[in-house]
């Protein structure tokens, strides 16, 4: 079954040597570099559920039961699958720290991103090849573009990066010709399974590759274990009246538009065209598809299979006789099957994503958290293309993906970094006005439900000693502002409803802001409160795009929810950070905030302010 290959993983000049360490280590410091000062000790959407799950957990006699209870409830809209491995991450936290802080949180998800890179690293010398040819895929992994996953949603972190790494874990495991090695895989499966949405993947992709790698007895176990781990997910799932739409098996089209879609979905770094990300995703698909078709000729069990088909094209076809198919070098066929369960792992979470999403809109396929899923695609796809290729073509295919993915890199710290640094100013406002009227501005665009419930759990955890609320730095600059009459930072005012939620956009003259400042919120002050909201000042835009399909220009905006505010009088001004320091000034304008009954839930009118009253 295994080819014995030569291993020049490092059999090459001192100069390689340090060029391989250099590209290794650059990508990684400035990834963790990024997470370091992006992240935020404050929840983010479906964080809130690890503050519910410690108080539970607090509340409780900590008995087993009671943890199992926690780690297996499920989570969801339809409540369709358990996050296993980050509600027990939370909990260690709290354990090991006191209290649950989420920058932790952020740096153990990152943590099994480094792992993953290793294993594929270290997958990739086995099958024989370089280190410099390896050094493409950290400039992929580790870059911004699905910062949802690695900077901002501490729920991401500890779902889609540790699931990732227990499934190709699980494989490497599988490919093991160890007796031990095939029993581990299991235990690590079954974390892969219930420790993200896309866990049944897990069986499938771990069924295609003993199947391929004619291993019929490990094969029949491997059966066995997944139709009782399918029937324990249903089981758990019954008993929290678990629902799972399926109106798109009526639509299969609109099923496959949006696969192709989301496994372009890479592009949307130079694109915003769905025709244009699709077309490249048909690309990307076919491409690999290919590679695995051919991939698979090479192995010993699929030949095997294709004997008698062979036997009877000769006799119809006589000239194939003749015929060779010399296509690479030999295979190392442990590692080949590892790479070709990596990718059935993805491709049927791709499929899983285009199900889910497809229903409501396309867009929502272009979220940077499934964007990860498309980059995965591709890391493993090289590695993929790369075993078919004979040593001299190898060296030229990872030279040219190298400077694309050292290009791409750069682009998504260019663009994609500004709205990860937007999040991160909505959550350092929520420490500031969380304290100031229990208000939360990283609340959906289009939902109101969870307004008053998020924060009625950050006061719980607080009080029960949990969740220690950071104090934000900048709370000097606020209590000390400067004045400036003659400033006008408000350009052009649209507001518009999202659903259930009023809106309200400021452009924000950037001319008017000081000059060389890194970061700038919205200040608005009030007789009784004043508030800090986000300037998204990134020239990417996308959360925008995502939000209404419509591109926006690379401006300055500072997009108001009227129905979250208090009705007032706000007056406007400015912090902004400079040289790492916070400052903060009003100007002449003000706005009023009026609530109206629905549908409108609230009004937000631009007027001149008064005179200086400070």
């Known amino acids: ?74 989570h969801g809209p339809h409540k369709e699958h358990m996050i296993v491995f980050a509600r027990l ?9 006191g209290h649950l802080n989420f920058r932790t949180l952020f740096f153990v998800g990152n943590a099994t991103l480094v792992a993953t890179a290793l294993l594929l690293i270290h997958m990739a010398k086995r099958a024989g090849l370089s280190a410099l040819h390896t050094l493409p895929i950290m400039f992929l992994l580790f870059q911004p573009q699905y910062y949802e996953s690695t900077i901002t949603w501490a729920i991401c972190a500890l779902q889609h990066l540790p699931a990732l790494f227990f499934a190709f874990f699980s494989f490497y495991l599988l490919t093991r010709p160890s007796r031990l090695g095939f029993i581990a895989s299991f235990p690590i499966a079954l974390l892969a399974v219930f420790s993200n949405g896309n866990g049944m993947a897990v069986p499938i992709a771990g069924f295609a590759l003993l199947l391929l790698g004619g291993v019929y007895r490990r094969l029949a176990v491997w059966t066995i274990f997944s139709l009782m781990v399918l029937l324990l997910s249903r089981y758990m799932s019954s008993l929290h009246g678990a629902t799972v739409d399926l109106t798109n098996l009526s639509h299969p089209f609109r099923v496959l538009a949006g696969f192709l879609l989301v496994s372009g979905s890479m592009g949307v770094l130079v694109t915003r065209s769905l025709t244009g990300l699709s077309v490249l995703g048909v690309c990307i698909q076919g491409l690999l598809a290919l590679t695995v078709l051919l991939l698979m000729v090479r192995l010993t069990t699929v030949r095997s299979w294709l004997v008698p088909a062979r036997t009877w094209l000769d006799r119809k076809l006589p000239v194939l006789r003749k015929a060779s198919f010399p296509l690479s070098t030999a295979i190392r066929e442990e590692t080949a099957l590892f790479f070709i369960g990596c990718y059935v792992y993805t491709l049927v979470t791709l499929l899983g994503i285009a199900f889910a999403r497809s229903i409501g809109w396309h867009y929502s396929l272009l979220v940077p958290r499934f964007i990860w899923f498309a980059t995965v695609l591709v890391v493993v796809g090289y590695f993929l293309i790369m075993q078919l290729l004979s040593t001299a073509y190898r060296l030229r295919v990872s030279t040219v993906f190298l400077g694309i ?103 924000i003259d950037s001319d008017k802001l000081p000059a060389y400042m890194d970061d700038a919120c919205l200040l608005l002050h009030s007789n009784q409160h004043t ?65 109206r009954p629905s549908p409108v839930n609230a009004a937000i009118s631009l007027l001149p302010a008064q005179r200086n009253t400070y």
């Not at 020049?8 to 410091?29: E, H, K, M, N, Y």
């Not at 929810?561 to 208090?566: E, I, K, N, R, V």
């Not at 400079?578 to 100007?587: A, H, P, T």
């Open 1 to 74: 079954m295994v080819s014995h290959l030569q291993q020049p993983f490092f059999r090459a000049p001192l100069t390689s040597q340090l060029v391989w360490l250099i590209g290794l280590l650059i990508p990684l410091a400035l990834h963790f570099w990024t997470v370091n000062r992006l992240s935020v000790n404050m929840p983010f959407m479906d964080d809130y559920t690890f503050l519910v799950d410690v108080m539970v957990f607090q509340r409780g006699g900590h008995t087993l039961r009671e943890l199992l209870d926690i780690l297996l409830a499920p």
């Open 89 to 97: 991450a939370a909990l260690l936290d709290y354990l090991a720290e």
């Open 405 to 507: 993915s050292f290009v791409f890199n750069l682009t998504a710290y260019t663009y994609c970094i500004g709205e990860a640094t937007t999040i991160h100013k909505s959550l350092i406002s929520d420490l500031h006005n969380w304290r100031e009227n229990a208000l939360l501005v990283t609340m959906p665009s289009n939902d109101k439900q969870f307004d008053s419930y998020y924060s009625l759990i950050v006061r719980d955890a607080v009080r029960e000693g949990v969740y220690r609320l950071p104090q934000p730095e900048f709370e000097s600059a606020i209590a000390h502002p400067l004045v400036n009459n003659y400033l006008r930072v408000v350009e052009k005012e649209n507001s518009f409803s999202f659903v259930t939620r009023q809106l309200d956009e400021l452009t």
């Open 531 to 595: 508030f800090v909201w986000p300037i998204d000042q990134s020239p990417y835009k996308l959360a925008y795009y995502l939000m209404n399909g419509k591109s926006q220009p690379a401006g300055y905006v500072a997009t108001l929810y009227g129905d979250l505010l208090p009705a007032s009088s706000y007056r406007l001004g400015i912090l902004y950070k400079l040289n790492d320091r916070w400052q903060s000034v009003y100007g002449m304008e003000s706005i009023n905030v009026n609530h």
